[in-house]
Structure formats: C-alpha cells, structure tokens
Nanobody, 124 residues
C-alpha cells in the first residue's frame, strides 16, 4: 500500500505561483508513474501532468504546458508540481496519484493510489 500526501495549496492571485508537493510513503517514485490531476467544482477530474522516473519523461495537459513543471526528488520520495502564471480557471482541488504503469497515462483510472488532495484557489 502506498500513501500519498499533498501539500502546498493555498490562495494566490492570478499570475502568481505555487509549488505543490506529494510525499510518498514508500520508495515509490523509481518504479511508478506519478501524476497530478485536478477537479474544479462541478467538473470532472482532469489530467494535469505526469512523470516517469525511468527516463525522466514528462507529459502535460495542453492547458498548463509552458506554465507548470512536474519534477521529483527520488531521495525524498517526493514529487512536485511548480505552477506559474496561474489563472482563475486553475482553481481546483489538486490530487497526486501513483500508478504501476509502463508509460505515462493521462487516464485517472490507470492510477492505483491517490492522495487526499490540496485546494488551490486563484483569485482574479
């Protein structure tokens, strides 16, 4: 069983930045794909970004490409999501997820473990 704990959410003005962290309970990152998803009120959960440690490949949703960066520190079992130039439509609960995948996936059903989520609110 893998436990994931997100932190770093909060209230920020449009154009500002936040860095989310996802701490894993086990030596997860080297063998899993780590993903970030978000869910805004009244909307379905959507893919944001993912990283595969072997080869360090990354993938982003078009809506965040160029503004968000996913990374990780294997020694700390922690994944990060650096969010710059935030927009009001980025207001959502952000979730970290881990999946035993051969490659990066944007489909949330492919991820085995989920954190509890952290709220990000972007004011206009």
């Amino acid at each position: 069983q893998v436990q994931l704990v997100e932190s770093g959410g909060g209230l920020v003005q449009a154009g500002g930045s936040l860095r989310l962290s996802c701490a894993a309970s086990a030596r997860t990152l080297s063998t899993y794909v780590m993903g970030w998803f978000r869910q805004a009120p009244g909307k379905e959960r959507e893919f944001v970004a993912a990283i595969r440690w072997n080869g360090h490949s990354t993938f982003y949703a078009e809506s965040v490409k160029g503004r968000f960066t996913i990374s990780g520190d294997n020694s700390k079992n922690t994944a990060y999501l650096q969010m710059n130039s935030l927009k009001p439509e980025g207001t959502a609960v952000y979730y970290c997820a881990a999946g035993r995948l051969l490659g990066i996936s944007r489909y949330d059903g492919n991820y085995n473990y989920w954190g509890q989520g952290t709220q990000v609110t972007v004011s206009s």
